[in-house]
């Protein structure tokens, strides 16, 4: 198995609902991340997680909350957001924090839309 | 931080001829990756590249680790329709615990 696995694909929430977006990854790999991508523009690191810990939180608000239940899971979530945040949310694995020696498998993204 | 460029920005070709992008850094990096992003999915890895001079194919891709380690190229043979997309370059430097990623180049096939 070498994918990675987003739900829902797409998501519409208000700006006072509570919602969560889903990643899985059976790949053995140690590293599982979240990335934000606007429209036109690269992927932008949100958070990373390292042997089902957190070890980097690129700044981002409180707003947004991950989790990583186990090795193979990893889940981000979203509870007042902004009109401003919405994106395409791509979930990626790698093999260790340093990306690996392959870089990062990426899901195929849940496209986010706050109204 | 670092940063990454790539030129161009975006271009439009006809199908059946060849495409060259690229990809500069500030500093020197110890791997170059090369994706792809079709709209509304997610970056798929096209080439890796780990020592400088370092030339690389995969079907009708080439991609190359520039000598002075602060640039990568890839190039396209004979582009198809299905090569349409967003095309990003990330780089890694012995220092940096991840990839980063330059701003994309938008390739456009007309038919």
């Known amino acids: 198995d070498t994918e990675v696995t987003q739900t829902p694909k797409h998501l519409v929430m208000g700006m006072t609902n509570k919602k969560s977006l889903k990643c899985e990854q059976h790949?053995?790999?140690?590293?599982m991340y979240w990335y934000k991508q606007k429209a036109k523009k690269p992927p932008e690191l949100m958070f990373v997680?390292?042997?089902?810990?957190?070890?980097i939180n690129e700044s981002v608000p409180s707003r947004f909350s991950p989790e990583c239940p186990n090795s193979s899971l990893l889940n981000l979530h979203l509870h007042a957001l902004q009109p401003e945040d919405s994106a395409l949310y791509l979930c990626?694995?790698?093999?260790?924090?340093?990306?690996?020696?392959?870089?990062?498998?990426f899901g195929s993204g849940t496209r986010l839309t706050v109204v | 931080g670092q940063q990454l460029n790539q030129s161009p920005q975006s271009m439009f070709i006809q199908e059946g001829e060849d495409v060259s992008m690229n990809c500069t850094s500030s500093s020197i990096f110890n791997t170059w990756l090369w994706y792809k992003q079709d709209p509304g999915e997610g970056p798929v890895l096209l080439i890796a590249l780990y020592k400088a001079g370092e030339l690389t194919s995969n079907g009708r891709l080439t991609a190359q680790f520039g000598i002075t380690r602060k640039d990568s190229f890839l190039n396209i043979s004979a582009s198809i329709p299905s090569d349409v997309g967003i095309y990003f370059c990330a780089g890694r430097d012995n220092y940096g615990q991840n990839f980063v990623f330059g701003p994309g180049t938008r390739l456009s096939v007309l038919p």
């Open positions: 997680y390292s042997y089902e810990k957190l070890s």
């Open positions: 990626a694995s790698s093999q260790d924090d340093t990306g690996g020696d392959y870089g990062y498998t």
């Open positions: 790949m053995g790999h140690r590293a």
